[in-house]
């Protein structure tokens, strides 16, 4: 048996992050060269969404430029990673008896690559992306984060990009202005993973106006829900760019780092 890995929550923010030099990009750098090298990595994304469940199963994934008016730049990054048909049918199993579509076509949405670019830019660890089947249940997606924990053991890590706070027609980013609610959510969520009391979290229309306003449309949040589903019982988790801005969060977690 390989040395267990760790997993990963990322608040990914503007897909800027991906090519500008900035705390956050420096961080997710160290946490590439700090972490032990995994065989192949498996990152749920907030910016794929379907109705059922789907994994990338191409052997060479393209890179998604899904998104609008930033710079040229952005749109020329690529990220050349091969991807691993045989990882995604072994999600599949794992998730099974649940059914998971192999998608040979999809490639790398910004919620992965902007991450994962900067941690490993020589682009040779192969990539799967496994989408958020809004049709599911927030409990769902956690006891999935739970069924694909064997990963760990096989040389897998798996990464999950968001932001535990994202509401962007919330604030005004030209003032620049963070409201009391996204910090205090923010808090109480980092509170929560460090008590290991995932329910609330996962139930968490019960955290009132505050998770309700911060958490908004929920993509951006459930790939919380399947890093926490796989971290170990009493896993020390450890922040780092912990970080709220406007409505968003940068706050991001390790468990087994």
């Known amino acids: 048996m390989s040395e267990r890995l760790p997993v990963l929550f990322l608040g990914h923010g503007s897909p800027m992050n991906a090519i500008e030099d900035n705390s956050w990009r420096r961080a997710w750098a160290q946490a590439g060269e700090r972490l032990t090298r995994p065989r192949a990595i498996l990152c749920v994304s907030a910016h794929w969404e379907t109705q059922g469940a789907a994994v990338t199963a191409s052997p060479a994934p393209p890179t998604i430029h899904d998104f609008g008016g930033f710079p040229q730049a952005l749109f020329e990054v690529q990220y050349p990673v091969p991807g691993d048909p045989a990882l995604a049918r072994r999600v599949a199993q794992l998730?099974?008896?649940?059914?998971?579509?192999?998608?040979?076509?999809?490639?790398?949405?910004?919620?992965?690559?902007?991450?994962?670019?900067?941690?490993?830019?020589?682009?040779?660890?192969?990539?799967?992306?496994?989408?958020?089947?809004?049709?599911?249940?927030?409990?769902?997606?956690?006891?999935?984060?739970?069924?694909?924990?064997?990963?760990?053991?096989?040389?897998?890590?798996?990464?999950?990009?968001?932001?535990?706070?994202?509401?962007?027609?919330?604030?005004?980013?030209?003032?620049?202005?963070?409201?009391?609610?996204?910090?205090r959510f923010n808090d109480t969520a980092k509170r929560l993973i460090e008590a290991g009391d995932h329910q609330p979290l996962i139930d968490y229309a019960q955290l009132g106006p505050e998770a309700e306003a911060s958490i908004n449309s929920a993509e951006h949040y459930l790939p919380l829900l399947y890093v926490l589903?796989?971290?170990?019982?009493?896993?020390?988790?450890?922040f780092f760019n912990d970080d709220v801005f406007a409505a968003i969060s940068m706050t991001s977690v390790a468990f087994g780092a």
């Open 229 to 238: 589903g796989a971290a170990e019982p009493g896993e020390r988790p450890d």
């Open 95 to 183: 998730l099974s008896p649940d059914p998971v579509r192999q998608d040979p076509g999809r490639g790398l949405d910004h919620g992965a690559w902007s991450v994962l670019a900067p941690m490993y830019p020589a682009a040779n660890i192969p990539i799967v992306q496994l989408s958020l089947d809004r049709a599911a249940s927030n409990q769902w997606h956690y006891e999935a984060g739970r069924r694909l924990a064997p990963l760990r053991d096989e040389g897998v890590l798996i990464v999950g990009s968001g932001d535990i706070v994202h509401n962007l027609r919330a604030v005004d980013f030209r003032r620049g202005e963070t409201p009391d609610w996204a910090v």
